[in-house]
């Protein structure tokens, strides 16, 4: 079976986002993690795939707290380190939150969700008729005013770098967990640049699907 038939599906097209279920609180403060959680990192290496057919089973704070943490928390409070690099610690990607009742921007100096917009933007991650059933779409944010030291040659090599490492995270977390997971990076940016408020200097770079497997 070739890749592109692997990945074969019917593109739904882009609608407006959805109103918000539920109330959007303006923070979210977000549990620590279990560290000694999850399957060894040579079995989440083994069960790592993409995976394109969700239940919509809700995904609880603690499980979101876990992965945004596994995705580029503080792992070093002495020194604000993250869980993955980025050049010079720039950390110029910041992570946004789709949820069924609003748009988050993840705060990870104080392990919380900022509310951007009180919108289910979920539908607006992406093209694939998974995207807005899925309990939670991730996207991948570049901040320019972050990488106006870096050489403007190397910005978006960099920042596609980082993306990658925090991607990643969050692909081994749910392969450690056993959830489902997919990236995504046929999104349409503009679109999904005004569904998550962004500024001028914000440019969506990629997309994640997370939540449970569909049942066979
Ligand atoms: C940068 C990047 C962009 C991708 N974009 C999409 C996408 O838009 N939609 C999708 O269904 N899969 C997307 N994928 C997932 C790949 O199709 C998938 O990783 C590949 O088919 C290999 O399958 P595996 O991840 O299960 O090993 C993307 C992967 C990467 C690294």
């Keep these: 079976m070739t890749e592109f038939q692997r990945i074969e599906y019917e593109p739904t097209p882009l609608l407006p986002p959805a109103p918000a279920s539920g109330t959007a ?44 943490w596994a995705a580029n928390g503080i792992n070093r409070p002495e020194t604000g380190g993250h869980t993955a690099p980025s050049a010079h610690g720039f950390n110029e990607i910041d992570v946004y939150v789709a949820l069924p009742h609003g748009v988050y921007r993840y705060e990870p100096a104080l392990n919380r969700l900022v509310l951007k917009h009180a919108v289910d933007a979920r539908n607006m991650t992406g093209y694939q008729d998974f995207v807005g059933k899925a309990p939670l ?52 940016h503009r679109l999904l640049a005004d569904a998550l408020r962004l500024n001028e200097d914000e440019v969506p770079v990629l997309a994640q699907t997370v939540g449970r497997p569909q049942a066979q």
């Design 25 to 68: 609180p303006a923070f979210i403060d977000l549990p620590r993690p279990r560290l000694a959680a999850g399957a060894p990192l040579m079995q989440a290496l083994a069960q790592r795939q993409s995976t394109r057919a969700y239940a919509d089973t809700p995904m609880t704070l603690d499980t979101l707290g876990e992965l945004l």
């Design 137 to 188: 779409d991730l996207v991948y944010v570049l901040r320019g005013s972050q990488v106006l030291a870096t050489p403007p040659q190397q910005r978006e090599l960099f920042a596609a770098i980082s993306t990658g490492a925090i991607s990643q995270n969050v692909s081994l977390y749910c392969a450690s967990e056993g959830l489902a997971t997919v990236v995504r990076g046929w999104i349409n």
